[in-house]
């Protein structure tokens, strides 16, 4: 595994071996006096993040630290970014400073790729490396746009996977603004290469023409939905990206697709309430849904740390690829 | 994704010579959980900790006979040393095998790490690492099945089932019932294990 | 100018010698004497096709010469077999006057190749709300025959009907670039599975089709005549087709890069694939190749658009839109339409050539090769492949989609007025 940039680039079987691993991480670190895996010791990982994001940004620091990975953290604000740098110059100056591992987030779908894209190119050009010349930076999707965000994916299936037993057969919703949702899109696509039905739904207006072609049902009726989930995915129905008139207001898209007491009642004992966080209470999840039995939300973020352990395991720990 | 420790000789090399039969390796067992209950006087404070695959295998199969013989058994567990490796990076990034510290820890616990063959003693030192994270036993020791020489570092077991001097082109395949179908120990050509 | 063609195959048909004198075709037979003074081309059985003439050029000067200059983008014209180039006022400043159009002309004087006619804005700027002085430019000496804010839609249904009805009485021609803004808002992608996957915001294709309707209503209306730039949706196509079927005087143009290329290439994010309008998919490159062969669609623009490469080497939302094609034009056409067997090489001829003239009554280009017309060929070996390679083409930027691709047909010579402006991949000064 050279980057990690879309979920795409895990095979069932390579999916399943991360959750593994990260399975393994977990047990390893458990009741320890050291909390500290000796893995990485050496290795450079650089967080770049041209978003705000506290969660994703701290997970990816705590699984590099945990690993002995000396972690360094780039936000735009503040750096030479937001002087006019470009994303290039700027990854191609972290990778001469020696970063084994580029973790980006960015507004521009495709960023991840293209720095991956430059990455391989400069070093075919002999350029100076991480380990010297011709070696190649790893690069990490932390969230590219509204395309892609694999390790949330991932997390959120190690998740399933324990709650639930495993991911195969099972009936997944993912409910909200699809059409603006990275987070949707990982999740689609790995679902369904683990083998789970997935369910979209959301107002016409939040999903994107083409959707009919993904490899998962589409509804409009949540209420008919609920009852035969074993896991459902609340999106933040994210106001930031949107350009206007998706739907009316706050309060009729609660009423349409908010996950209230009443409609998290309609589903199964065993089944289990997801979201990527962060959450407006009262919009599309009620607060007592959040706190619930049901909810796995923080069971999620513990997860998020061990599988980004693994990701960065499976990236840097083998020899270079 | 995890590495093939019998490597893929067994169809191309000439065939393998069975060092012991399945009695002897039972029998092996015994002595070694005889020579445990001896060395450790009785200890309460005893633990196995088996190094994956088949060292946990050995590790449980010697609690059991420990307790057969001395009345009680004692805790059992496993340290997968795959992360304390010093040769990571030649190769893929392998796949992580259990890691079990049995309730009670192994802090001023007497532990013995248990293997099926010993080699150059990387193996060895890279587990005495996991285990030090773990906690801080108040002694280890090391019993392995098969000792094979070439030692690249100053470890040595306490309890050794067979002494084997084998050559670098050789190698040793342990066979236990649980994993592989059957008990045995032969020598091949191939990978060195 | 004075000069011999032997052996060159008009519009691919039986071989014969060309006497030109003065810059006209003297005479045409077999085994025809070089006349004084004049250079030879032995054409040994190639295509003889009249000069191509590109309605839809963006040679950047003034204002963007990072990526290109009349000089540079004339060169690319003439490798290319134009002969007549036409191009876009979206520089900087705009060319909404007649100062600004003058200096595009004077300076395509300069450069010495080929004819270059500078494009005037509809309006002030781009802006889309102030009419430019239409008139001052088209009596100018640059005799601006075609008005276009390409880059921008005309939006405002009510300056676009002035500027058509005001354009009837200078007999010139208004050329809409047919995209709804308020419905491309952001857009990144043709809207469709793939944008849908890489998580590319949506680029509809009724942002085109609905301003191709209102403008051919308008047009209508007013009795002036509409041309459509770069067509790219099925759907227009069918607006067309009514609407000429209606007798709306309306003609079209598609770019290379239309008849051939997918949204099926964005998936590495490469922004050399960004274009406005954006790539589609492989039913709406088949519509277009049969529009163009059945003339709905009348002619092929390249819609050339050199950017330097610090435009394009970035992530996609920040690239800017555009590709090459000038030098491309010919070997696209021949691959996507020719050798399926679409369009023959009168055809080419008339596509390239003969009807972009005529939409904007150029005299001299786009003539029948015939005594007495001006000797303005592209000569053609359709045989030979060539690589592309975008840092030898002659633009300054080297954006083209089609780098490292084995294309058909080369341009072994191009002639205008009789004087030989390129010849064997390189430009004659």
């Known amino acids: 595994m050279k980057h990690l940039l879309s979920v795409t680039d895990l095979d069932a079987a390579a999916a399943t071996g991360l959750l593994d691993t990260s399975d393994r991480l977990r047990q390893a670190l458990l009741g320890r006096e050291v909390r500290k895996l000796p893995t990485l010791r050496g290795r450079t990982v650089v967080t770049m993040f041209y978003e705000d994001s506290t969660r994703t940004r701290v997970s990816f620091e705590v699984a590099g630290k945990w690993m002995s990975a000396d972690t360094v953290n780039v936000s735009a604000k503040g750096s030479s970014v937001s002087k006019g740098e470009s994303l290039r110059d700027t990854a191609a100056t972290l990778a001469a400073m020696g970063a084994d591992c580029v973790i980006i987030r960015h507004p521009a779908s495709g960023a991840a790729h293209r720095l991956a894209h430059w990455a391989e190119r400069d070093a075919a050009a002999g350029a100076v490396g991480p380990t010297g010349e011709g070696t190649t930076t790893a690069v990490v999707n932390a969230g590219d746009g509204t395309h892609e965000h694999p390790t949330q994916a991932l997390l959120d299936a190690a998740t399933l996977r324990d709650r639930l037993g495993g991911i195969a057969g099972r009936r997944v919703g993912i409910v909200g603004d699809v059409l603006h949702s990275r987070v949707a899109r990982s999740n689609v696509l790995l679902l369904a290469t683990l083998g789970a039905e997935v369910v979209l739904v959301a107002p016409p207006t939040l999903l994107p023409v083409g959707v009919d072609q993904w490899p998962c049902r589409v509804s409009s009726e949540l209420d008919a939905e609920l009852p035969s989930l074993d896991a459902v995915m609340m999106l933040r129905v994210q106001a930031e990206r949107m350009h206007g008139s998706f739907f009316p207001s706050a309060r009729e898209y609660a009423i349409g697709y908010g996950l209230s007491e009443e409609r998290a009642a309609l589903l199964r004992d065993h089944a289990v309430v997801l979201h990527p966080g962060p959450m407006v209470r009262g919009m599309e999840i009620a607060p007592a849904v959040a706190d619930s039995a049901a909810s796995v939300i923080l069971a999620q973020v513990r997860n998020g740390v061990h599988v980004r352990m693994a990701v960065l395991y499976h990236l840097l720990a083998g020899a270079p690829q | 994704m995890a590495e093939n420790r019998r490597g893929d000789s067994a169809g191309a090399s000439p065939p393998a010579r069975e060092l012991l039969t399945a009695a002897d390796v039972t029998r092996t067992i015994a002595r070694i959980a005889h020579q445990i209950i001896e060395k450790t006087a009785g200890a309460e404070d005893l633990v196995l900790i088996g190094i994956p695959t088949r060292g946990t295998v050995l590790a449980r199969r010697l609690a059991t006979a420990i307790g057969e013989f001395a009345g009680t058994a004692p805790a059992v567990g496993s340290v997968d040393p795959t992360l304390y490796r010093d040769d990571l990076r030649r190769r893929p990034a392998r796949a992580l095998e259990d890691t079990a510290v049995p309730e009670g820890g192994v802090d001023d616990k007497l532990v013995v790490l248990v293997d099926d063959v010993l080699m150059s003693g990387r193996t060895v030192r890279a587990a005495l690492d996991a285990l030090g994270d773990h906690g801080r036993p108040s002694a280890v020791q090391l019993a392995v099945l098969v000792d094979r020489g070439h030692r690249e570092l100053p470890i040595r077991a306490d309890y050794v089932g067979k002494n084997v001097p084998t050559s670098r082109g050789e190698q040793i395949l342990v066979l236990l019932r649980e994993i592989d179908g059957r008990d045995g120990v032969q020598l091949g050509r191939g990978n060195a294990s | ?429």
């Open chain 3, 1 to 429: 100018m004075n000069l011999l063609i032997r052996g060159a195959r008009p519009y691919d048909e039986d071989p014969i010698d060309i006497v030109v004198r003065d810059g006209v075709v003297a005479e045409i037979g077999s085994g025809l004497e070089t006349p004084e003074g004049a250079e030879t081309i032995d054409a040994d059985g190639r295509v003889l096709l009249p000069g191509f003439v590109d309605l839809h050029t963006h040679l950047r000067e003034p204002g963007g010469e990072e990526s290109e200059t009349i000089a540079t983008g004339s060169a690319a014209a003439a490798l290319g077999g134009f002969t007549a180039i036409f191009a876009m006022p979206n520089t900087d400043p705009v060319a909404d006057t007649e100062v600004v159009v003058e200096h595009v002309r004077r300076r395509g004087e300069q450069a010495g190749l080929v004819d270059v006619h500078p494009v005037g804005a509809v309006t002030v700027g781009l802006e889309g709300t102030k009419l430019a002085e239409l008139g001052s430019m088209a009596r100018s000496p640059a005799q601006v025959r075609m008005f276009s804010d390409d880059g921008r839609c005309v939006h405002d249904p009510l300056i676009m009907r002035r500027a058509l009805e005001y354009a009837t009485a200078l007999h010139v021609v208004i050329a809409q670039h047919a995209e709804d803004p308020r419905l491309t808002a952001g857009a990144q992608a043709h809207e469709g599975v793939v944008a849908s996957r890489l998580g590319l915001a949506g680029w509809p294709a009724t942002a085109e089709e609905t301003i191709v309707a209102r403008d051919c209503a308008l047009a209508r209306e007013a009795g002036a005549r509409l041309h459509v730039c770069h067509v790219s949706s099925a759907r227009t196509v069918e607006v067309l087709r009514a609407a000429k079927a209606a007798g709306v005087r309306v003609s079209a143009e598609v770019t290379p890069h239309h008849l051939l290329l997918t949204d099926g290439r964005l998936t590495s994010y490469d922004p050399v694939n960004k274009v406005n309008p954006p790539l589609r998919t492989a039913a709406d490159t088949q519509a277009m190749r049969e529009a163009l062969a059945e003339g709905v669609i009348d002619i092929v623009a390249t819609d050339h658009a050199p950017h330097a490469a610090q435009y394009k080497d970035t992530e996609w939302a920040a690239a800017r839109h555009g590709m090459l094609g000038l030098q491309t034009a010919l070997s696209v056409l021949v691959h996507t339409m020719v050798e399926p067997g679409l369009l023959d090489w009168h055809g080419v001829a008339r596509v390239l050539s003969e009807r972009p003239a005529e939409i904007v009554g150029l005299p001299d280009q786009g003539r029948p090769i015939a005594v007495g017309e001006p000797a303005t060929f592209a000569l053609v070996d359709p045989e030979e492949v060539w690589t592309v390679r975008g840092t030898k083409l002659a633009s300054r930027a080297a954006n083209t989609p089609y780098e490292g691709m084995r294309l058909p047909a080369t341009v072994v010579a191009t002639v205008l007025r009789g004087r030989i402006i390129a010849r064997d991949g390189q430009v004659v000064a």
